[in-house]
């Protein structure tokens, strides 16, 4: 046979073997193994195969029938089910797919920022007897990888699998997310999944469509530069270079990496003295970029009986590299995430041991963040690792070069993590964000209601609920009248839930952490969730949701009327007798705090004689509120609020 003819039969072989490739029905991600679906309504369940290929779906000794279009798309409508499973699906075409342990029931979109995708993996030390004994085959997760797409909306996801909650896998679920669902379930009684898409450090636009960022120009033409993937790819590979000359560099000033300062061998007797937690005084140390050793004698007296010891650093500013008797026991590589490094407990001697922490600093004041855990944990036996440790400065440097973060650029992860989601039916939202756009809250009134219509309108529903987390407090705790970025935002978001139908709000005021935007009380943010899906998505009217909230007031001889709702079982005042936290204006620019005076089971009267024709009245109104002590008996904070008494209720 010639050589031109095993070609011809090579040619042949190889278009119906591709051939074969495409016509093979295929699944998108969500509707996979474990899958939970939406029960209660028609859903659309849909793929891809060969141009008008048959495609056959056995589902409960019934058949479902359909063919793929020009360009291999198909979609099959499934009658609404009950909640319940497990189930099997087989699709079938030229091949079959079995889609096993299937089930029905309520489904949440879990989206928004880090607050939102930190896992419980983040919360172990909190919430390890809730890790210790997770086990509901009917709570589960699937968790959008994190990606982003500017030059098109895809169709699927890159990957990602359904996971049932066990004491393995709960460690990947959002805690937010989880403790929602542990909520409804215990109330419903119906298997909830949880769809969790959420990056931190995202702001809003980054989840918004092209279409809808055509109201916003900045948003949209950002959005179409981004579109080009050869900028992308140079302006990435230019940074990560200049980044990576800098620590470079930083490296080959550092002394301490150069005379080994890890080492306990090392004498450190001349070095400063510093408190811990802490920072550096710029006495010390100037407020540009560098390195900065710290070192801690600690005495045990018994070495643990277990392998593994545990070293709690707080949060520190901004990169470690931590070290017990010179060995390298954790390291972090930016700021916000806890410290809690686990190792050999053989590095421990009885008597004398030295921890060392190198950090690295990339602009501005370093240290050691103070009301965190510093603790070197043996066993039952905790040592507390505060107070007098020594410091000196091994490296000066410019700060840390520039770094554009384009997967939070305009449009980009809902191209790749929303989009995909157009046909899958849910049962609502759950968004927790805002801290990336704290600093204009004027534009996040028109960026996230937009955001919230095009969601309802590209997912297939006008009404899908949404409930959005209201910021907590955060920074210094402060009383008394000031202007506040955050406590503007609050506004934007409850006039949002007031104005938006469908809508609910879990107020968290109560629930941050001053010197942490990513604070560990995840529980109560997922059950006040609930609580207020309870009323708005299950239609439980007669609950109370939330906390006092304002409903109706006026102006009287000077002062201002409030009533409130949410009140039926009566108020509570957390360490006081009465009401604090209200500010009060005749302007709006000059406000004084104000007295407070119980009316009736649901009204306060709020004045001050300084303001003889009230204009505004604010509550809670600071990035941190250490006054605002307003609840209801169901022991639900008041929502922060601004009243501004010339304008129509």
């Known amino acids: 046979m010639k050589i031109s003819n095993f070609k011809n039969i090579f040619l042949v072989l190889l278009i119906t073997s591709v051939g074969n490739t495409f016509a093979q029905v295929k699944l998108p991600k969500l509707i996979s193994d474990n899958a939970i679906l939406q029960r209660g309504t028609e859903l659309k369940l849909w793929g891809w195969a060969s141009e008008n290929e048959k495609v056959t779906l056995h589902f409960k000794e019934n058949q479902f029938e359909t063919t793929a279009n020009k360009e291999g798309k198909w979609e099959i ?50 919430y390890s007897e809730e890790i210790k004994n997770a086990d509901n085959s009917k709570i589960r997760q699937f968790e959008v990888p994190d990606e982003y797409e500017f030059s098109k909306e895809n169709e699927d996801f890159s990957s990602g699998s359904w996971k049932e909650v066990n004491k393995e896998n709960i460690l990947e679920f959002s805690g937010v997310a989880y403790f929602f669902a542990k909520s409804i379930f215990k109330e419903k009684n119906v298997p909830v999944g949880l769809i969790n ?58 002394t301490g990496l150069k005379e080994e300062w890890f080492k306990s061998e090392v004498d450190k007797s001349s070095w400063k003295e510093v408190e811990v937690p802490g920072f550096v005084s710029e006495e010390d140390r100037s407020d540009s970029a ?60 009885k008597g004398e041991n030295e921890i060392v922490v190198r950090l690295v600093n990339n602009g501005g004041p370093t240290g050691f963040v103070k009301d965190k855990s510093y603790q070197l944990i043996l066993d039952k036996d905790t040592l507390d690792i505060t107070g007098t440790w020594k410091f000196k400065q091994a490296a000066v440097a410019p700060n840390t070069p520039g770094q554009t973060f384009i997967r939070w650029k305009p449009g980009g992860l809902y191209n790749a993590m929303i989009a995909p989601l157009k046909n899958f039916k849910l049962k609502g939202v759950l968004w927790y964000q ?37 910021l907590p407090n955060f920074m210094e705790e402060t009383t008394g009248p000031q202007e506040s970025n955050w406590a503007e935002f609050r506004e934007v978001q409850r006039n ?50 939330s906390g006092p909230a304002p409903s109706n007031w006026k102006t009287e001889n000077g002062t201002v009327i409030i009533d409130f709702e949410n009140l039926s079982s009566g108020w509570k005042f957390k360490g006081e007798d009465k009401p604090t936290g209200f500010i009060i204006s005749e ?16 009204t306060l009267k709020i004045y001050n004689t300084e303001v003889k024709n009230p204009g505004v009245v604010r509550y809670a109104w600071a990035n941190n509120p250490g006054d605002a002590n307003l609840y209801n008996k169901e022991d639900l904070p008041a929502v922060p609020f601004e009243i501004e008494l010339t304008k129509e209720k």
């Not at 302007?587 to 649901?602: C, I, N, P, R, S």
Request: with cysteine.
């Open 496 to 545: 949002a839930n007031l104005n938006i139908a469908n809508t609910g709000m879990a107020v968290t005021i109560d629930l941050g952490e001053w010197n942490d935007i990513h604070p560990l009380n995840k529980k109560d943010v997922g059950e006040r969730l609930a609580l207020e899906a309870r009323k708005i998505i299950y239609g439980e009217e007669d609950i109370i949701s």
């Open 587 to 602: 302007d709006g620019k000059t406000f004084y705090k104000a007295q407070v005076e119980v009316l009736d089971d649901d």
């Open 290 to 349: 560098g390195v900065a050793w710290f070192s801690k004698k600690v005495n045990i007296s018994q070495l643990p009986d277990s392998d593994t010891a545990k070293l709690h650093l707080g949060r520190l500013i901004d990169m470690d590299y931590a070290y017990i008797n010179g060995k390298q026991v954790g390291h972090t590589s930016y700021q916000y995430p806890p410290r809690k490094y686990d190792f050999d407990a053989k590095l421990l001697n």
């Open 77 to 126: 409508l499934l009658p609404e089910q009950e909640a319940g499973g497990p189930y099997t699906m087989s699709f079938e075409a030229s091949n079959t797919v079995d889609v096993k342990n299937v089930l029905f029931g309520d489904v949440y979109l879990c989206s928004g920022q880090s607050n939102m995708e930190l896992p419980m993996s983040r919360l172990a030390d909190t």
């Open 434 to 470: 805002g801290e990336s756009d704290s600093s204009n809250p004027e534009l996040y009134s028109k960026t996230f209601p937009k955001m919230i219509e095009n969601w309802r309108k590209h997912l297939g529903d006008t009404k899908l609920p949404f409930v959005l987390v209201q």
């Open 197 to 254: 898409s959420a990056l931190g450090g995202s702001p809003v636009s980054a989840w918004m469509d092209k279409e809808a960022l055509k109201e916003f120009p900045d948003f949209y033409d950002e959005h179409l530069k981004w579109a080009n993937q050869d900028y992308i790819d140079s302006v990435s590979t230019a940074e990560q270079q200049a980044i990576n000359n800098w620590y470079g560099e930083l490296d080959k000033k550092d």
